[in-house]
């Protein structure tokens, strides 16, 4: 059931690309569909480029390859007899191809042309110290949490069991039982049980009134005591601590860069455009 969902999902982006793989034999013919043919080297390289998680998937789902290639020969065949009806002549299909021809161009001439700007280390720091207030935070603590949801809280019942219910869970913790252990097991918090119940570092404002107090309140190494917002009923274990200050350059490294080549690629963009409204005549009518 989860392929069915996951695999024309796939399809967008299959041929965007993975490894390189079987270069020698590129010629190898893979799947025949009407009067297409999709090689080895087609394939290698459609997939070039392959987002992080889909390869993943492609390396411990070595079956994805086929069920892939099994897609592209439906769609092969569902293309070719579209055009065999002429849809592909109709005047408002012509005019989406010619959008989509236009995006791709486009998209690979930024590729082409921009982008030389170089990534040094002066750079990296400057754009740091240039941007210090964006990176300082106040004090932040680093939690776990286990939730046990509460529906409906005007319903004393309900309430009164999602209390019991962490108590034994706080008992149990007392006994020296995982935190990471029963979160995963009986948090009602699907985003953070997954990860045992960590939240990560957050600062004063970021969380419900309750919560955070308890959390700042709670000292590093230490679990709180049953605590009530209007999620559920909550336990929280402090597992560090940052006092207010500037989060190191390292930290922020790979981010400043993202924002540093898309600043440059915009810029670079507006100088080209520039120069191709000298060559091009522009007029709106």
Not at 208 to 232: C, D, H
Request: proline content about 3%.
């Amino acid at each position: 059931m989860q392929k069915k969902t996951i695999l024309p999902l796939l399809c967008g982006l299959l041929f965007l690309s993975t490894n390189v793989v079987m270069a020698e034999n590129g010629s190898k013919v893979l799947v025949t569909a009407g009067t297409e043919t999709l090689t080895q080297a087609d394939f290698n390289q459609m997939l070039v480029g392959m987002p992080p998680q889909l390869k993943a998937m492609m390396d411990s789902q070595p079956e994805l390859q086929q069920s892939m290639l099994t897609r592209w020969a439906d769609f092969s065949i569902l293309s070719q007899e579209a055009k065999a009806q002429k849809i592909d002549q109709e005047a408002h299909i012509q005019a989406k191809l010619k959008d989509m021809t236009s995006r791709i161009l486009v998209e690979e001439f930024i590729i082409r042309n921009t982008g030389k700007a170089e990534m040094t280390d002066k750079n990296i720091q400057a754009y740091y110290d240039s941007h210090k207030a964006d990176y300082s935070h106040g004090e932040m603590v680093k939690a776990q949490h286990i939730l046990i949801k509460i529906d409906d809280a005007s319903n004393k019942e309900q309430v009164a069991a999602a209390k019991a219910k962490i108590i034994a869970i706080k008992a149990r913790l007392d006994k020296g039982e995982s935190f990471a252990v029963l979160a995963q097991k009986m948090s009602d918090d699907p985003g953070s049980k997954v990860n045992g119940g960590d939240l990560g570092f957050f600062g004063r404002g970021s969380m419900v009134p309750e919560f955070e107090e308890a959390a700042f309140n709670t000292k590093k190494g230490e679990i709180s005591a049953p605590l009530q917002t209007q999620f559920g009923w909550h336990l929280i274990k402090v597992t560090d601590t940052k006092a207010p200050g500037l989060t190191p350059l390292a930290e922020v490294r790979g981010e400043i860069m993202t924002k540093t080549k898309a600043e440059n690629q915009q810029t670079e963009v507006e100088s080209i455009l520039a120069n191709l409204k000298k060559k091009f005549t522009v007029t709106i009518h």
